[in-house]
């Protein structure tokens, strides 16, 4: 259990602002989804919170601890775990060995990880996959994989990187129900994603980013209505178009 | 690329009949010539196997290990000559310098990326290589050092040179062993998946410099072990046979043609890849100078292209296809 919380969140790449002034705060038993357009930043976000770019301004924490300064891996120990937008298996590795991977962050022994990995694969599906080599998986199973590794490790807060992108509708379903099991078991979920049915079925709060600053936040009831969210997804004619019809 | 070994126990039958195999080896290649092959096979086999363990399984290649053999070779070839000190404790301290050097190298290095890592280890190979040629005062420089052949154990000269071959053997076995029980190990995995994907590795908390660095290490001692038996073996050692760059890329090829990051690898390359070098020496060596080097690149480039995971993995799926087809 534990509370990711980041304020001002800013990284610029050369003249271009990436990410401008983010901050949430994402509880245990919570899922936060971060929505916008391509580009809007959502993955940066991601990848300052796990370290693998540092903010040049803002900070973020862990449960009142500041993450700054601290590496991917010790960020990961700490219970902060991600899975990437571009699914990055072990790809010359079975299912299994993938998941052995991540399982290793908390067992004593290959032995003892492999039984945790076992548990994790049983629980998203994945157990006649075992021996499978991770390269020949077609992507549901990909994202399935990229998932199972993140959970291994034991996290308390789970960023989820479009884990629904490529999905067929039946395996969407399938995902939305997994991703609330985790957050109804007290782990705080943060979401990127652009299937936006997925999203209002599954989000507490939205944050909404667009050119890398937010531009709105609240429930799923409150940014579907929200004309600057509706401007800045489907243009400024069409948020007129349906606050006149309203 | 196949995973980590899955479990040791079930597949120790087959690792056991190849030892026997080659343990037969310099009993039937008696002639001098050929002892001298299957010895020098066993020697590559057992620095390759070093190599391997950071060259293959955490897939950082390094063209500078032969530093590491030339060091040992030094090591106890100098404590000998000017202390008097027996080989067999030499050794120990050719390979404490080598795991220090290493590591100390390998703190700076590690954190430079793919080709970079390798140039790196490449520039260290030839700064030692260099080193040992021009300090002649305690090296003899390119005229080399002689070990006086006084055969005993204690001074780890054989006057029966089959006892080379077994010794090696030995290596051979110990350094299969360890890399077996190793790849099995976390330290196996954080290795390989450091080798698949850095970030993937280290968003999933493993730390692998560490991990990296002390492989590296262990390489690097146990490869100056090897180094030391060859001094012992030639009882002549100097820069150029000991420390050149073409010993370092003999090491990588020997485990690239057989199968990286495996453990058997190392050992099938290390006899190939010495059987054909012998054989171009004795049926073209004295004809055209370069012939041998351009038959043997040509054989090396045929391996790789017909199994380019090495030979090791190509024979294995043979076994496979062969056991599956009776049943």
Known sequence: ?246 | MSPPAPTIAGTLWRPALGFAALALLPLVFREPFTLGMVTLSFIGAASSLAWNLSGGYAGQLSLGHAAFFGIGAYASTLLFLKAGISPLIGMWAGAAISAVSAAALGAITMRLKGSFFVMSTLAFGAVVHITAVNLRDVTGGSSGLAIPLQPSLGNLVFADKLAYAYVALGLVAAYYVLTRALAASKIGYALVAFRENDDAARALGIRTLPVRIGIFALSAAMISLCGTLHAQYFLYIDPDSVMSLNLSLNLALMAIVGGLGTAHGPIIGAMLVTAVSFAMQAYLGNQISGLTQIAYSGIVIAVLLAAPAGLGPALGRLVQRRLAWQR
């Open chain 1, 1 to 246: 259990m534990a509370t990711l919380k980041a304020e001002g969140l800013t990284k610029r790449f050369g003249g271009l602002t990436a990410v401008r002034d983010v901050g949430f705060e994402a509880r245990p038993g919570e899922i936060l989804s971060i929505i916008g357009p391509n580009g809007a930043g959502k993955t940066t976000v991601f990848n300052l919170l796990t370290g693998f770019l540092r903010p040049d301004e803002g900070s973020a924490s862990l449960d009142g601890k500041p993450l700054a300064g601290l590496s991917p891996e010790a960020r990961c120990e700490a219970g902060l775990v991600r899975t990437f937008q571009i699914v990055q298996p072990f790809k010359g590795l079975s299912v299994l060995d993938n998941v052995v991977m991540g399982a290793m962050l908390r067992a004593g022994s290959v032995k003892a990880a492999r039984i945790v990995a076992h548990r994790v694969l049983e629980e998203l599906d994945m157990l006649s996959l075992l021996d499978t080599p991770a390269g020949s998986l077609p992507i549901g199973d990909r994202k399935r994989l990229e998932m199972a590794k993140a959970l291994a490790t034991g996290p308390k807060v789970l960023l989820l990187d479009e884990v629904m992108g490529g999905l067929i509708p039946v395996e969407v379903k399938r995902m939305i129900a997994f991703i609330k099991g985790l957050r109804d078991r007290g782990l705080t979920v943060v979401v990127i994603e652009h299937h936006m049915s997925a999203v209002m079925q599954l989000s507490d709060q939205i944050l909404v980013l667009q050119n890398g600053q937010p531009i709105a936040t609240g429930t799923p009831a409150e940014i579907s209505r929200n004309p600057v969210v509706l401007a800045a997804y489907l243009g400024p004619n069409f948020a007129l178009a349906g606050e006149a019809a309203c």
